[in-house]
Antibody, heavy 126, light 109 residues
């Protein structure tokens, strides 16, 4: 059974650096074809993808936020950490981490679909 | 960046009827599209990936179709638990990246 849970501060001040931890179970980030992503959702708004870390240490970031984001993984602790610098009130949102699985179709494989999500953690910047 | 546009923004349908939700990509994304359902206060739930493959445990009344730039999520015989917000997500080449649509709210008529 795959589970994920986000943890971190709930209230931040502008310009501070956010550090969120995703602690997961039921899978390993050492396993070929696995990824963990971060997605956020401002109140009443749509989902926004932030970052994705893969089993092979490849990290991908949203182009619009790449300069502010860092994702690291600790496979021994089953954790993924998201760091976002220079927080602003517009970054107020629920932040989710999610498991990405691999599927193959038409000769290519993808690891960019999120089949298990954490409950989310609310971060307010004020 | 590939922009995903969902329509309508809000859809009112009676229980037991069919709902058809649309998602359009600003450029071709082949079949690299997923659909998610989100209920208030909950995390999104994966429904469909690869444009038409139902995720594990998803009822057969949910079906996805389309390729290229036009995609549809159809829900037949709507149940009370199906009223929620639905998002499409594209995951075509890197870059541009993963992007979500703005969502369609499915409400009870």
């Amino acid at each position: 059974q795959i589970t994920l849970k986000e943890s971190g501060p709930t209230l931040m001040k502008p310009t501070q650096t956010l550090t969120l931890t995703c602690t997961f179970s039921g899978f390993s980030l050492n396993t070929n074809g696995v990824g963990v992503g971060w997605i956020r959702q401002p109140p009443g708004k749509a989902l926004e993808w932030l970052a994705l870390v893969f089993w092979d240490d490849d990290n991908r970031y949203s182009p619009s936020l790449e300069s502010r984001l860092t994702v690291t993984k600790d496979t021994s602790k089953n954790q993924v950490v998201l760091i976002m610098t220079n927080m602003d009130p517009v970054d107020t949102a629920t932040y989710y981490c999610a498991h990405a699985f691999r599927y193959c179709s038409g000769g290519t494989c993808q690891v960019r679909v999120f089949d298990h999500w954490g409950q989310g953690t609310v971060v307010t910047v004020s | 960046e590939i922009v995903m546009t969902q329509s309508p923004a809000t859809l009112s349908v009676s229980p037991g009827e069919r709902a058809t939700l649309s998602c359009r990509a600003s450029q071709s994304i082949s079949s690299k599209l997923a659909w998610y359902q989100q209920k208030p206060g909950q995390a999104p739930r994966l429904l469909v990936y690869g444009a038409s493959t139902r995720a594990t445990g998803i009822p057969g009344r949910f079906s996805g179709s389309g390729s290229g730039t036009e995609f549809t999520l159809t829900i037949t015989s709507l149940q009370s638990e199906d009223f929620a917000v639905y998002y499409c997500q594209q995951y075509y080449n890197w870059p541009p990246a993963i992007t979500f649509g703005q969502g369609t709210r499915l409400e009870i008529k």
